[in-house]
């Protein structure tokens, strides 16, 4: 999948599970997220590992989900482009 693609799915994620107005206006690698957007709280991760696992055809096995995948956007958006192979 096109590295386009996953941000542009990605950031419809995070939006549906925090909120347009929760998120900066654009996302860099650098973009802080968990403890840095207060509506990411865990019903919100929950609501996005779900989502990516829809949305890309995943299947994420519970040991694999740390809070370190949310520290930032590129953590995020690495897991995923990892897990796509």
Avoid: H, N
């Avoid at 998120?23 to 996005?48: F, K, N």
């Avoid at 989900?65 to 192979?85: C, E, H, P």
Wanted: aromatic letters at 4%; zero cysteines; hydrophobic letters at 50%.
């Amino acid at each position: 999948m096109p590295p386009d693609r996953v941000d542009t799915l990605l950031r419809a994620i995070l939006e549906s599970a925090v909120g347009q107005r929760a998120l900066p206006a654009s996302l860099a690698a650098d973009t802080a997220l968990l403890g840095a957007i207060p509506e990411l709280d865990s019903m919100a991760v929950l609501a996005v590992l779900t989502q990516i696992e829809e949305d890309f055809g995943l299947s994420i096995p519970d040991d694999e989900v740390s809070a370190d995948i949310f520290l930032t956007y590129g953590d995020l958006a690495g897991f995923v482009r990892a897990r796509l192979g």
